[in-house]
């Protein structure tokens, strides 16, 4: 993926320095530095990753969107940082289209959804995402750049 850069950011592909940041399993790492669909979000300032950001398969399995996954460490969020790269990602795929996959209570998630124009669409019920998860009704928002 393209390498962006924000204020206080970097978006740029992972790599096997970061194995060991605590954002993901070692073993999910590997498979983004091989898939290169999902951001290392590094803090400028320290050059640690805080986060990421994915633009994986549509929940509702339609090849021209691609689906937002985010996240960031907890002492990170609150303070702008997910909405800055989320800004950066967005101008720089223009004419594309976004979902937005949230579990029903998870008000932060709905909230940037909702911040950055995304539409409800539907209510997934009862998703189970993986063997360790409950079950879980989850939202589907579009987002049309």
Not at 52 to 67: F, H, M, Q, S, V
Not at 112 to 131: D, M, P, S
């Amino acid at each position: 993926m393209k390498t962006l850069e924000t204020t206080r950011l970097i978006l740029r592909d992972w790599a096997d320095k970061d194995l060991g940041c605590g954002i993901h399993t070692d073993e999910i790492i590997k498979y983004l530095i091989e898939a290169k669909n999902n951001y290392a979000v590094v803090l400028k300032e320290t050059g640690a990753v805080i986060g990421t950001i994915g633009l994986n398969e549509d929940a509702d399995d339609n090849e021209k969107r691609r689906n937002v996954g985010v996240r960031i460490t907890e002492q990170y969020r609150n303070v702008g940082l997910m909405t800055e790269a989320l800004t950066e990602v967005f101008a720089n795929n223009k004419g594309k289209e976004f979902s937005w996959f949230c579990k029903v209570d998870d008000e932060r998630s709905r909230h940037l959804a909702e911040k950055f124009g995304f539409e409800y669409i539907k209510t997934f019920l009862k998703v189970q995402r993986n063997e360790k998860e409950e079950p879980s009704d989850y939202y589907y928002y579009v987002l049309k750049l």
